[in-house]
């Protein structure tokens, strides 16, 4: 059994469009993240929700917006999808103070064309 | 806000050698957590190994091991007798203690580690 799962693993789209990636985990844990690694490979996180709540919300645009129908579940839905967007996303799970770390999805490459 | 710092862009070491990663990490918490995690080319990110700012052993997990120096911020990654599979790309990561669990990593930008066989 996959312990986070995204879906789609690649999406292209063209710019104006909207999407939305899914996340799922089955470990129980009680926080989940998306991070978006860049074309430099530099990861950096983007939303954090705990118990259904919004607790870090770095610099991002507002056309990005987590979605999270129940402790389990994340979804990451981009308005008016841009050139720049284009990156991996990453969904990630921790359980508590994330002591024995963070677990990852497999990402999803967007391509914005 | 926290900051880590990877100096090494890519290194190169033939199969069997020992490597050695650099990492070195600002924060002003006296508790936090530290990681390394690794990017093989299939793109997950796979936990190697981790270490407790409050514990002064180093953490080993098999061919892994770290040298964590608190006073000099520095966490770097030792990995013995390398193998073809360890070619990825390896970043490190801090998270401070506090935050309720809510808090995400704050990642250094990679070393490319390509082992040669």
């Known amino acids: 059994d996959t312990a986070v799962s995204q879906t789609p693993k690649y999406l292209v789209t063209q710019m104006g469009n909207d999407k939305s990636i899914k996340c799922e985990q089955n470990?129980?844990?009680?926080?989940m993240y998306w991070y978006k690694q860049d074309s430099k490979k530099f990861l950096k996180i983007m939303f954090s929700y705990n118990n259904k709540e919004l607790i870090i919300n770095e610099t991002v645009p507002n056309r990005f917006s987590p979605k999270s129908p129940d402790k389990a579940h994340l979804n990451l839905h981009i308005n008016s999808l841009e050139l720049g967007d284009s990156a991996v996303y990453f969904c990630?799970?921790?359980?508590?103070?994330?002591?024995?770390?963070?677990?990852f999805g497999s990402g999803t490459r967007l391509t914005v064309v | 806000a926290q900051t880590v710092t990877q100096s090494q862009p890519e290194m190169s070491v033939q199969e069997a050698e020992t490597v050695t990663l650099s990492c070195t990490y600002d924060t002003s918490e006296n508790n936090y957590y530290l990681f390394w995690y690794k990017q093989p080319p299939s793109r997950q990110m796979i936990l190697v190994i981790r270490q407790e700012a409050y514990k002064q052993q180093n953490a080993t997990e098999n061919r892994f091991s770290v040298n964590f120096q608190k006073a000099a911020k520095s966490f770097s990654l030792k990995i013995s007798d390398s193998q073809l599979g360890d070619t990825a790309m390896y970043f490190c990561?801090?998270?401070?203690f506090g935050g309720g669990g809510a808090d995400g990593l704050t990642f250094g930008k990679g070393t490319h580690l390509i082992i040669q066989p």
């Open positions: 990630a799970s921790s359980q508590g103070t994330a002591v024995y770390g963070y677990t």
């Open positions: 470990l129980g844990h009680d926080t």
């Open positions: 990561a801090h998270r401070d």
